[in-house]
């Protein structure tokens, strides 16, 4: 089992995996044009604007006989290489249920976003959410966009976090794993505080409604 489960982390290097991804995310892209509910629900339930779903490739795949419908969210590395292709399944309520990836994902890198040296990190959990955020706050920070909550830093993200980044923000969801998780982040990140939207949520994407991300970012920076 651990043979094959690193065979599958390493599929997501491949030209092939590559090119198959390509090939699904021009098809998803292409769909989600067509499709009223999903690109309003991108809108108006996770606040992304049309530029930032076609700058992302968020796409759209209707249900069939052997899929339900969901959406497709790619996640990239730091050089722009497809880690992961997640799917948000429509109708799944679950979470366990609600996102999957496509075989031969690599899902335990985090989605970087915006990271540059000297400049302030905040790390969610939702891709959607890192989107979100760099969207709403124009750069002024990076995202860390974990994908799930088994996600661990290497050793390399975690000096370069400790000695290129002033600030870290930890803001993953408010429950129990979201706590575990931000305490170990805690002790690994030197510069790093928690820094939930509470009361307005239990996460950024659950409380942009009623925060301006970039305000309560920018306060986050200075505390």
């Not at 998803?28 to 991108?42: D, T, V």
């Not at 990190?121 to 706050?137: F, G, P």
């Not at 009623?210 to 920018?218: E, I, Q, T, Y």
Request: aromatic letters at 10%; glycine letters at 6%.
């Amino acid at each position: 089992m651990l043979k094959e489960e690193s065979f599958m982390k390493k599929q997501w290097q491949t030209q092939h995996w590559q090119e198959s991804c390509l090939s699904i995310i021009k098809q998803a892209k292409y769909n989600l044009l067509k499709s009223k509910k999903p690109l309003e629900y991108l809108i108006d339930e996770r606040g992304l604007n049309f530029e930032t779903i076609k700058k992302y490739n968020i796409g759209w795949f209707p249900e069939n006989k052997q899929h339900p419908a969901k959406h497709i969210i790619p996640v990239y590395n730091s050089q722009g290489k497809l880690l992961r292709l997640k799917f948000r399944n429509w109708n799944k309520t679950e979470a366990s249920a609600r996102y999957k990836c496509i075989d031969g994902s690599c899902t335990t890198h985090p989605y970087p976003i915006g990271i540059q040296p000297g400049k302030a990190v905040i790390i969610v959990e939702s891709e959607l959410d890192a989107i979100l955020i760099h969207q709403e706050t124009h750069n002024i920070i990076g995202v860390l966009g974990l994908g799930n909550d088994n996600v661990k830093l290497t050793p390399e993200m975690k000096e370069f976090l400790n000695k290129k980044i002033p600030v870290v923000l930890i803001s993953l969801d408010n429950d129990r794993n979201g706590w575990n998780l931000t305490k170990r982040f805690l002790s690994e990140i030197e510069m790093s505080s928690k820094w939930w939207p509470a009361p307005c949520g239990k996460d950024p994407g659950d409380a942009w409604k009623k925060v301006d991300l970039k305000s309560w970012v920018k306060i986050g920076m200075k505390t």
